[in-house]
Each structure stands twice: as C-alpha cells, then as structure tokens.
C-alpha cells in the first residue's frame, strides 16, 4: 500500500522531469497517483482496450509493443522514472493497437484519464505540465523515426547504447532488436561490429 509520503515523491519527480510545480500543485498531482505492483510478464494494457491509466514506472521495466504480419515489434521501453502509455488511446478514449507489458517486477504509479483531465481543469500548472510532457514525448517519437529512416543499422544501435544503455543491459535481446528494426541475427552481427570497432 503506496504512503502520501510515497505518491508525493513520485509527483515531485514528475514535477522536476517536466515543469516545477509549486508544492500546492504537487500535492494536487499526488492525490490522484495510485500506485500498482505488478509481477513480470503481466499485461497492463491489451490489444484491444482502452488505454485508461498513465504509467509512471517507479520500479522496473515496462514494455509498448504490437504485432505485425505475426510479429511481435516493441515500439517503447521505460524504466525508472519514465513514462508508458498508448497516447492516442489515453487521449481519446479509443480501443489500442499497443500492449504494454512488465518486463520485470513493477512498481507503477497510474493516472487515470478521468482524473487527469478533471485535475488539468482546475489547475494551470498540472495543465502545462501535462502539455510538456507530450512534446517531450512527440520530440522522442520524431527522433525515433529520424533515426529508422536515416541511420545505418550500427548507428541505430551505437545510438541506442549512447542514449539508453540500462535498457541494452537489462532487456531481451530479441525486444531490443525488434525496437530497433532488426532480426535478433542483424542484431548480433552489429553487436560484434561495434566490439570490434571499440577493440580493434
């Protein structure tokens, strides 16, 4: 069972990664946290249903992912202190295309869409917030597509390495080859080419 100690701290953090907040308004962000553990491989969020929480991830991992032509593609990883949620479907309320899943043992801190929004109309900073957070998000998911289209597949990696290299020593291989447009053997060949680049 989360504290109100626990959930003003987790709303802090979210307060320091996208705007500072005065404490009123934190503590307004705390009351509507609910906080979930949550056992490796569980789903959070299934093809089909409607993404109704924002993850926080306080602990653990959680993955995004879909399938196409019978394959499983992870679009987004988060760990501690990073988000995960199907925006269009928190957005509008409309069946999604993306799972999330636990890739690890989780602790989560949720905001349900009906809250979230109940609290942006009553509070300017919690709406700004909220508003930074999803150009944070859509500048995340513009380089992304950036880097598919135009890196080579050692540069996607190095990149990779660069900007996420907890995710690359605590994901599986095949979901991290999978979010980088890979087979798992493409993947292995590049990961040799990089070690022999760095130690030749």
Known sequence: METLKEKLIVAQKLSEKYLRMTHESIEALSSILICKEIEKNQFLLKEGEICEYLYFVDKGMLRQFYYKYGRDMTEHFAIENEL?????SYLFQKPSKLMV????????????NKALFALINKNAEVNTMYRLLLESLLIQYHQRLDALRLDLALERYIRFLKESPEIVQRAPLLH??????????TLSRVRSSFINVKNP
Not at 176 to 183: D, E, K, P, T
């Open 176 to 185: 991290i080859a999978s979010y980088l447009l890979m087979s798992p053997e």
């Open 101 to 112: 899943e636990t890739l690890e043992p989780s602790v989560v801190y949720c905001i349900s």
């Open 84 to 88: 995960s949620f199907n925006v269009e």
